[in-house]
């Protein structure tokens, strides 16, 4: 992802010293990275760029404490992480779900779903992200989070562990426990669907 | 693996298939927000410290009070002196 051209180490003395050409350049160069993180893990209301700003923010803030042991990369995700978690229990209602409210494509994708055992069709990705997001939302902050890096992210549990700072065996519990809740939501939508 | 894990695991893979177009630019205005906060909150760092050491000032100021309250108690409140009490038997004796 890093540039060629471009010298971290360098960039990284001008933010200790508080160099305002060293941020905005730090800013460019990481940006699609907290970017990626901040959409993946996104509350329902919250604004990506707002959240894209509050990790920067907190990560110049806490430029002295980075040490150099891991790449930038992997302590700026952290922090992302960190923050995208909070943002999402800050989010304290979890919505209920009803078939009702589930848009027409939304409502097909689950009648597809139902009906044919096939994989889905290519087109109805975007569809199929959308309806994975609306069920997430009810789950909380750490199962939705677990969930979207396993399954959507595809993050291995080592990556997980490394990202959220998380023991193997409390990422397996929760990772179940989770996907469990989710196909109870999946399996209750499309009960109410039935009927 | 029954049906609606089958189906679940369909919806994910689906799910994770789609990549949403990732911006390789900030956008306008982005990185001097960011910098205006950054650099804004460095100096309430400095502001910071300061409110530190006062909350430490207060903190000893008020335990010094409360030292010297419960000790002004403690003197109070504890039994009179015995030649003082004599004293006050001699002075009230002595009334018509």
């Not at chain 1, 905005?24 to 990506?48: G, M, T």
């Not at chain 1, 909380?140 to 959220?164: C, F, N």
């Not at chain 1, 409390?170 to 990772?175: F, G, L, N, Q």
């Not at chain 2, 460095?42 to 502001?47: S, T, V």
Request: proline share 4%.
């Amino acid at each position: 992802m890093r540039d060629a051209g471009f010298d971290m180490e360098a960039c990284l003395e001008g933010l200790r010293s508080q160099d305002e050409r060293a941020a905005s350049d730090f800013i460019r160069e990481i940006y699609p990275l907290v970017l990626k993180i901040v959409r993946s893990h996104l509350p329902r209301r919250a604004s990506e760029e707002d959240l894209c700003q509050v990790v920067f923010i907190k990560v110049l803030s806490n430029i002295g404490q980075y040490s150099g042991k891991v790449p930038v990369e992997h302590w700026v995700s952290r922090i992302a992480i960190n923050s995208c978690l909070n943002a999402l229990k800050a989010e304290s209602s979890r919505p209920e779900l009803r078939w009702s409210d589930l848009s027409v494509d939304r409502a097909a994708l689950l009648e597809a779903l139902a009906t044919n055992t096939d994989s889905l069709d290519p087109s109805s990705d975007a569809a199929s992200r959308d309806l994975v997001e609306t069920l997430l939302a009810i789950l909380k902050p750490q199962d939705r989070l677990l969930i979207t890096m396993l399954h959507l992210e595809g993050y291995s549990m080592d990556d997980v562990k490394k990202a959220t700072g998380w023991n193997i065996a409390t990422i397996k519990v929760r990772a179940f426990r989770a996907r469990q809740k989710l196909k109870q939501a999946f399996l209750d939508l499309n009960r109410e669907g039935k009927l | 693996m029954n049906k609606s894990d089958h189906s679940l695991d369909r919806l994910l893979r689906a799910a994770a298939q789609y990549r949403p177009e990732i911006a390789e630019e900030p956008p306008f205005g982005f990185t001097a927000r960011v910098v205006a906060g950054w650099l804004a909150g460095a100096g309430r760092d400095g502001m910071g410290l300061e409110m530190l050491w006062f909350r430490r000032a207060f903190l000893c100021a008020v335990a010094v009070m409360a030292i010297a309250v419960s000790w002004s108690y403690k003197t109070d409140t504890s039994a009179p002196n015995a030649e003082m009490a004599i004293a006050s038997y001699d002075a009230g004796a002595d009334l018509p």
